[in-house]
């Protein structure tokens, strides 16, 4: 997350401040509501948004313009809330295209590792040799760890400089927003349309998996106010959890589901706490080699990757139109100022139109005609059953 706002152009402590009101808008939503409804209502900060925050590092550098797409983000969620049609068009999405949007966002990022390794071997390729034993012997601790390998490779790289910086007290910083069209299009409403399709349509499904049935208005519209909020002190969006969310609505938090409310709560304040160690994580951040920090969170992302081209591929009539979209979106390039992402929704939505199969003509009665079955003897008097054929 922080690389993704420093792509953007955010300082060192611009950067320390959005990770620290994220956590603290994420920590009172989960907090709020959890007492209000009496379900387990999680929430995070968007994770294919902030890869996609890192992907758009060519889009702007004016940390202000961002923090205008980001508050245009945060008020369509809301209107998504209060607007139902709204809602349902973008979760109306075509999952390929949706799929195929992300997986190319994350694309550039999961493959950081490999120039990594090139370009920082000393510590890249001890962290990927961690993260790949790890992988195989507890999966669970397999990114913590190479992280942690990371930090210790900045550490020795950077020594005290890191604890001397600035940003490492956390402290909110506020940033007046600047409103550029370019920006908005090419940042804001991809940052939305990924949030909705990557983290609450699957929050919601996770829900409703272990028998919550949530009502959208509260859940988007408390998401998308804390999103207005957190983005003038940098952060970029909040929604629902799904990852997370599937721990607190299982068993695991507790066997009575009438009392799982309580491990969100819970996950709310530790957010709080965490928010006082956002500074230290910029500090890091920022000490390292960029391509280092990119590359953690390219191993992090591989299980979302994964998922994203399975869900971009898995209906064959549907494959080159996903195809086409993740290449425009992986290809980085940008047209009238406008970045990939944008422009990878438009190529697959041409390519969905354009190769969209005829439906059969219908007859006068509205039925479409009738086919003949395969018979035995091929006259159409009888039908091949399964025995005979």
């Not at 049609?85 to 979760?91: H, K, M, Q, Y």
């Amino acid at each position: 997350m922080i690389a993704g706002l420093l792509a953007v152009g955010a300082t060192e402590t611009q950067a320390a401040s959005g990770l620290f009101a994220l956590c603290i808008a994420t920590g009172l939503a989960c907090i709020l509501l959890p007492l209000v409804t009496r379900m387990p209502v999680s929430f995070a900060w968007s994770t294919p948004g902030a890869a996609l925050l890192v992907a758009a590092a060519a889009t702007t550098q004016q940390f202000a313009a961002a923090i205008g797409a980001f508050i245009v983000c945060g008020v369509l969620i809301v209107l998504a809330g209060l607007w139902p049609a709204l809602g349902r068009a973008i979760t109306s999405i075509p999952k390929p295209i949706a799929s195929a949007m992300l997986a190319g966002i994350l694309f550039p990022i999961c493959v950081a590792p490999v120039f990594a390794a090139v370009e920082q071997p000393a510590i890249a390729i001890p962290m990927v040799l961690v993260w790949l034993l790890l992988a195989r012997l507890a999966p669970r601790w397999a990114v913590p760890a190479a992280m942690l390998v990371a930090v210790v490779g900045i550490a020795l790289i950077a020594g005290p400089a890191v604890l001397e910086s600035e940003a490492v007290r956390p402290q909110l910083e506020f940033v007046a927003p600047v409103f550029d069209p370019f920006v908005i299009v090419s940042l804001g409403v991809p940052l939305f349309i990924v949030t909705m399709a990557g983290q609450n349509v699957p929050g919601f499904a996770v829900m409703s998996t272990f028998g919550y049935r949530l009502a959208p208005r509260p859940v988007l519209v408390t998401s998308g106010a804390a999103t207005v909020a957190a983005a003038f002190a940098g952060g970029h969006a909040i929604n629902l959890a799904a990852i997370t969310a599937a721990i607190m609505a299982s068993p695991e938090s507790n066997p009575d589901p009438k009392r799982r409310w309580v491990a969100t709560l819970t996950s709310g304040v530790v957010y709080l706490l965490l928010g006082a160690g956002a500074g230290l994580a910029a500090a890091v951040v920022q000490a390292s080699p960029p391509i280092i920090i990119t590359a953690v969170a390219g191993l992090a992302l591989l299980g979302a990757l994964v998922t994203a081209v399975t869900g971009a591929l898995e209906d064959p009539a549907q494959r080159i139109t996903a195809i086409g979209t993740f290449l425009v979106t992986a290809s980085g390039v940008a047209v009238a100022g406008i970045g990939s992402a944008f422009w990878g929704l438009v190529v697959g939505g041409v390519l969905m139109l354009w190769l969209r199969r005829p439906t059969p003509k219908t007859t006068a009665t509205g039925a479409p005609p009738a086919q003949v079955p395969p018979t035995a003897n091929g006259d159409g008097a009888r039908p091949v059953d399964a025995e005979t054929a």
